[in-house]
C-alpha cells in the first residue's frame, strides 16, 4: 500500500470522527441554547464539522486515486 492511500485512510478515518463529534456537539444544551439565541452553531462546533468534513473529503480523494 502506497503511502498516500495509507494517509488517505487515516485523513479518512480522523474526518469521520471529528464529524461526529461535532453532530455530537451539536445535540448538547449549551450549544442548543447558543444555537437558539443566536440562530448559529459555536465557533468550536462549527470547526470540528467542516474539519471533519474537509479532511474526510481529502482522505476519500487519496485513498481513490491512483
Request: no cysteine; net charge negative.
Amino acid at each position: 500500500m502506497s503511502t498516500n492511500k495509507i494517509l488517505g485512510v487515516v485523513l479518512l478515518i480522523l474526518g469521520v470522527v471529528l464529524v461526529l463529534f461535532g453532530l455530537n456537539a451539536t445535540e448538547s444544551p449549551a450549544e442548543e441554547i447558543s444555537e437558539a439565541v443566536t440562530g448559529r452553531y459555536t465557533d468550536q462546533t462549527m470547526w470540528y464539522l467542516i474539519g471533519g468534513a474537509v479532511s474526510a473529503l481529502v482522505g476519500l480523494v487519496l485513498t481513490l486515486k491512483k
